[in-house]
């Protein structure tokens, strides 16, 4: 989607490496979130965003830490990558309230 | 804690029949319900949105319901194409913005 952008889409890194991933919006969105998905267990989300420097942990958070210092940046990072974090991470938008969601096209991250 | 189930896992129809994908959640307790479709290896497009106060909504071959005092919806595709041919999930949102996904169905629409 135009409004929404992850990067990068492919990175393979070793275990125990730390590793950051970023997703930049330009709808001026208040809420964003990260969601990984895997066969099996569909969509999870891991942290999301109520704001500049407002964060909050999902359901699969352990492992992973983010922060959003501007409104149109949230970044996932893997303090020291496993092998667990394998995975299709996805990035989403909302305005809140009655509004849906956006996502990004995705990061396929491989860890060796 | 909101549990969103799809049913069946895949499905496979013929070209040109319309079908019904099925979402049923445990909280009835919802503020919105949202279907989207995913290409392999793609991101998530959103393809309708049903506010808890609605009932339906349609965009040209998609209708979906919403039926929140009994936990279900249903995503109707008419005249069904190859181009269909995708995973659909819906997700419902409860009231501290976050969404909870089904696992999917993956429709495959045969020529």
């Known amino acids: 989607d135009a409004g929404i952008t992850q990067s990068p889409r492919h990175k393979v890194t070793e275990t125990g490496t730390p590793v950051t991933l970023r997703c930049h919006q330009t709808?001026?969105?208040?809420?964003m979130y990260w969601y990984r998905q895997d066969p099996g267990h569909g969509l999870r989300l891991i942290h999301y965003?109520?704001?500049?420097?407002?964060?909050d942990k999902g359901e699969v958070s352990d492992g992973y830490s983010v922060s959003r210092s501007k409104t149109e940046d949230f970044l996932l990072t893997l303090e020291s990558a496993t092998s667990s974090q394998t995975s299709v991470y996805f990035c989403?938008?909302?305005?809140?309230?009655?509004?849906?969601?956006?996502f990004g096209s995705g990061t396929r991250l491989t860890v060796v | 804690k909101q549990e969103v189930t799809q049913i069946p896992a895949a499905l496979s129809v013929p070209e040109g029949e319309n079908l019904v994908l099925n979402c049923s959640f445990t909280?009835?307790?919802?503020?919105?319900l949202q279907w989207f479709r995913q290409d392999p290896g793609k991101g998530l497009t959103s393809l309708l949105l049903?506010?808890?106060?609605?009932r339906e909504q349609t965009s040209g071959r998609l209708n979906a319901s919403l039926d929140k005092s009994s936990g279900r919806s249903t995503l109707y595709i008419a005249a069904s194409q190859p181009g269909d041919s995708a995973t659909y999930l819906c997700?419902?949102?409860?009231?501290?913005?976050?969404?909870?996904f089904g696992t999917g169905t993956r429709l495959t629409i045969i020529p």
């Open positions: 989403a938008i909302s305005e809140g309230g009655p509004y849906g969601y956006t």
């Open positions: 709808e001026n969105h208040r809420y």
């Open positions: 965003s109520y704001g500049v420097k407002d964060t």
């Open positions: 909280d009835s307790a919802i503020y919105n």
């Open positions: 049903i506010q808890s106060s609605q």
């Open positions: 997700a419902v949102k409860r009231g501290n913005e976050k969404l909870t």
